[in-house]
């Protein structure tokens, strides 16, 4: 049952440390994605990577937040300093594409951050 | 106005019926459009994905898009309560890329 996990589940953390959340994609699939979800905004794309290469980052915060893929199965997003609007549900998303959009994706279950 | 317009809900339907839930968008150049089905503390999974207008069906399921009145519509006949969960719409531009334009969510609840 092939599935996107991401660590942690859950973090609380106070303002100022910094926070590394990472993912594991589908074996095979070459795009992933990093969402977050906010009560507020809704689902918002951070960024995304296709075949470890960096495509967008416009949707992060450039000063505090970073997305890398150091190999195939790793994708992290990091967030330095956290602050506290920065609490909510981060998601990874994983599918396939060779060129293009990518419309069918998977999901993880996503990080609930908090900064207090 | 926000791009992409949901009534957020709750809707509580009994079992069996059917179920209508809609979003309106205000740019005429959006023409990909999806559902997302979301259970409580889970990631968002797609369940339909359509171009451009028309209908699709997929078992229970049919995804209807009305480019003209800047609506789409998904139904879901013979509701269950395992349908009990947020739905989300999404949408996309030919320029927007992976930029999807996400709805708020309906709050779909499935009585026994």
């Not at chain 1, 590394?20 to 992933?32: A, D, E, K, S, Y």
């Not at chain 2, 359509?50 to 003209?68: L, M």
């Not at chain 2, 739905?87 to 996309?92: E, F, H, T």
């Amino acid at each position: 049952d092939a599935r996107v996990t991401q660590t942690p589940r859950h973090k609380v953390t106070e303002m100022g440390q910094e926070v590394t959340m990472r993912c594991q994609p589908i074996l095979g699939h070459n795009t992933v994605f990093w969402y977050r979800q906010t009560m507020m905004q809704g689902l918002e794309l951070l960024a995304y990577f296709r075949n470890r290469a960096p495509l967008d980052d416009s949707g992060m915060p450039k000063d505090r937040f970073s997305a890398e893929m150091p190999d195939a199965t790793l994708a992290t997003l990091k967030i330095q300093p956290s602050e506290p609007r920065d609490s909510a549900v981060y998601f990874c998303a994983s599918g396939f594409s060779t060129t293009g959009v990518t419309y069918e994706q998977y999901f993880g279950p996503g990080t609930r951050l908090t900064v207090t | 106005q926000k791009e992409v317009e949901q009534d957020p809900g709750p809707l509580s339907v009994p079992e069996g019926a059917i179920v209508s839930l809609n979003c309106t968008y205000s740019n005429s150049a959006f023409q990909y459009f999806m559902w997302y089905r979301q259970y409580s503390r889970k990631g968002p999974e797609l369940l339909m994905y359509t171009y451009s207008s028309g209908n699709k069906e997929d078992g229970r399921f049919t995804a209807q898009v009305d480019k003209s009145s800047k609506y789409i519509s998904l139904f879901i006949r013979d509701s269950q309560p395992s349908d009990s969960a947020t739905y989300l719409c999404a949408m996309s531009a030919a320029n927007y890329g992976q930029n999807f334009v996400f709805g708020p969510g309906t709050r779909l609840s499935v009585l026994p």
